[in-house]
């Protein structure tokens, strides 16, 4: 496991409070001591101090409402998530953890839930397969991500050639999740069908997906995109280190490339890391 680390500049300005507004808190606050307290009357001072709380008060309930949407625990990230686009063979790997059966699986357009334990003295755990399709998974994974422990990122190793692009798309947005950021969820890339002679081997998957990044994310520096594609309201860290090349163990939360097939049953080495992972 690689030792990583990060800088994350912050691009938003630091929250400030105008003074005009401090003011107008503080003004509503002595009108509401003189409705609600007609028959005690309280010094100025007195008024001046119980109104500062008051609305000192209003500020930080305001603060962590705002706040709070944005924030998961980790008792509630306990879902491993299966990502990946179309066709890499996510609903496969799913059934074939689950049911240890092979099937034929057609592209979801929605996302597939299970809850099993993957050896026999294991815990449960919830998975979630998400489609694959941009217009299904978009919606999918900003309703899942916060409840992530750890992500699969599975890649079809036989079709990466020609859908490099898409792939590395994807992984950019799935990296640069404001709930993988700030939680630093680690990521499986899952080089599945790793047993064919013609597949792409998992170094130059991992070469090559750096590079796509490294290049999407000066293409998005100007207008950053969250996975809705929508310009980013969130506080997104850069990722990697600014002034190098990108590269997975510049990134605080672990990205760990493991090859194997589903067909072949090839799992083991996965199986191991979600069991670990999942206990961190």
Do not use: Y
């Given at each position: 496991r690689a030792v990583q680390s990060?800088?994350?500049?912050?691009?938003?300005?630091p929250?400030?409070?105008?003074?005009?507004?401090?003011?107008?808190?503080?003004l509503q606050a002595e009108q509401w001591i003189d409705t609600s307290f007609p028959d005690s009357p309280l010094s100025p001072s007195t008024t001046l101090i119980?109104?500062?709380?008051?609305?000192?008060?209003?500020?930080?309930?305001?603060?962590?409402?705002?706040?709070?949407?944005?924030?998961?625990?980790?008792g509630s990230r306990t879902t491993i998530v299966?990502?990946?686009?179309?066709?890499?063979?996510?609903?496969?790997?799913l059934v074939k953890l689950k049911e240890d059966t092979i099937v034929s699986c057609v592209p979801s357009l929605r996302e597939n839930r299970a809850r099993f334990a993957l050896n026999a003295d294991g815990k449960q755990m919830n998975f979630v397969d998400v489609p694959g399709?941009?217009?299904?998974?978009?919606?999918?994974?900003?309703?899942?991500?916060?409840?992530?422990?750890?992500?699969?990122f599975v890649v079809d190793s036989l079709d990466f050639a020609r859908r490099s692009s898409e792939v590395a798309d994807l992984l950019f947005d799935v990296l640069s999740n404001r709930h993988?950021?700030?939680?630093?969820?680690p990521v499986i890339v899952f080089c599945n069908k790793a047993e064919s002679v013609i597949a792409q081997g998992?170094?130059?998957?991992?070469?090559?997906?750096?590079?796509e990044i490294d290049e999407l994310r000066q293409s998005r520096a100007a207008a950053p995109q969250d996975i809705s594609g929508h310009q980013a309201a969130q506080d997104d860290g850069y990722l990697g280190l600014e002034g190098q090349a990108f590269d997975f163990d510049h990134l605080e939360n672990e990205v760990r490339f493991i090859a194997g097939s589903v067909?072949?049953?090839?799992?083991?080495?996965?199986?191991?890391?979600i069991i670990e992972l999942a206990e961190l």
């Open positions: 990060v800088h994350t500049p912050n691009t938003k300005p929250t400030t409070f105008k003074m005009e507004s401090a003011q107008a808190l503080i119980v109104a500062g709380v008051l609305s000192l008060l209003l500020i930080l309930l305001t603060v962590s409402r705002f706040f709070g949407g944005q924030s998961s625990s980790k299966l990502a990946g686009v179309t066709g890499a063979g996510k609903t496969t790997l399709s941009p217009g299904v998974r978009s919606n999918v994974l900003l309703d899942v991500m916060p409840h992530a422990c750890h992500v699969v993988i950021i700030n939680h630093q969820i998992m170094d130059s998957i991992r070469s090559r997906l750096a590079k067909t072949e049953n090839d799992l083991d080495q996965l199986r191991e890391a």
